[in-house]
């Protein structure tokens, strides 16, 4: 668990090695899902987006790095506006988290639009990757993807702390125990094993059963 103070912190990890985040139906006191809502955000969310995003930039770092973090190259005005965007969801994060304003679906909102930015931001990056005279602005591309997911992992550490464990493993990084004052760049040649770490997997029926019944 990442103890900062000044911060709540609540462990939501689901079952049998799932984790949870809160969803629209959250109140308060209760942080229950319906089985439906549950499967959404584990299909879609975590697995359809998250994973999906989590792996893919792995496996490209395995192929163009050799599985390790690159140094940032040459920087556009788009990296510099990503990385103040990743800034402004740290801030996000850090207010939804305080106890004077303390939300788990605003946390796990922030959370996921950390995915979300990174998600876009890749998809335009990608158009130019394979350029040979674009070769420096790529790996600025890849390394701030990487800031985002060690962001993605410090953030997480509150309120779903196995993901971050496992996430900051997969980032050759240690567990989190500090909330992050800024976005910072994965240090160049650590190594990446996100491609081989499973984050999230689909429930079985034994799990089913376990989950709140409508």
């Not at 005005?77 to 801030?91: D, I, M, N, Q, T």
């Not at 890749?122 to 790996?139: K, Q």
Request: charged fraction near 25%; charge should be negative; proline fraction near 7%.
């Amino acid at each position: 668990m990442c103890d900062t103070p000044g911060l709540q912190t609540r462990d939501l990890d689901g079952h049998r090695g799932t984790e949870r985040i809160p969803n629209d139906h959250d109140g308060p006191a209760r942080h229950d899902f319906t089985r439906s809502a549950y499967e959404a955000v584990l299909h879609d969310v975590l697995i359809g987006t998250w994973q999906k995003w989590l792996t893919d930039l792995g496996e490209r770092v395995d192929k163009r790095y050799d599985g390790t973090a690159p140094d940032a190259g040459n920087w556009t005005p788009e990296h510099s506006a990503f990385l103040g965007r990743l800034g402004s969801r740290l801030a996000a994060l850090t207010g939804s988290l305080r106890p004077d304003g303390f939300s788990l679906r605003q946390a796990a909102a922030e959370l996921d639009g950390i995915v979300q930015d990174v998600v876009r931001f890749t998809t335009a990056e990608r158009l130019v990757e394979d350029t040979d005279d674009w070769h420096d602005e790529s790996r600025t591309a890849v390394a701030l993807e990487l800031a985002a997911a060690r962001l993605l992992a410090s953030g997480a550490a509150p309120v779903m702390p196995r993901f971050a464990g496992r996430l900051s493993a997969a980032l050759d990084l240690p567990e989190p125990t500090a909330w992050p004052r800024t976005v910072e760049l994965l240090t160049p040649g650590s190594k990446v094993r996100l491609s081989s770490t499973v984050f999230f997997r689909p429930t079985t029926s034994t799990d089913d059963s376990r989950l709140p019944r409508t």
